[in-house]
């Protein structure tokens, strides 16, 4: 998946490079802000990971709920930006 930057915590921009993390992304996000942007690029994660769907559908899907949700970031400086490399994303 190419990346899609985003913004988590306290706005730190990070490279979401995989359907797996934008699924512990998406399913870390506070239940009581859940809607059915969400739950669309939920579900096509989970196509992704189960082969249904491909994984350019799901980037867009996951690209449209950030982009809702006001997570993408904007370009940034290259020594700001982190990799995602395990570990669980936080959506504040």
Not at 22 to 49: E, T
Not at 52 to 78: N, Q, S, V, W, Y
């Amino acid at each position: 998946m190419r990346p899609v930057s985003v913004l988590v915590g306290l706005g730190v921009p990070v490279d979401i490079t995989s359907v797996l993390d934008a699924y512990q992304l998406l399913n870390d996000w506070p239940v009581h802000s859940r809607d059915i942007s969400h739950s669309i690029a939920l579900n096509a994660c989970k196509g992704v990971l189960t082969g249904e769907i491909e994984t350019e559908t799901a980037r867009g899907l996951f690209m449209a709920f950030a982009k809702k949700h006001d997570l993408l970031a904007p370009e940034t400086i290259p020594v700001l930006r982190h990799r995602h490399g395990g570990g669980s994303l936080r959506a504040q």
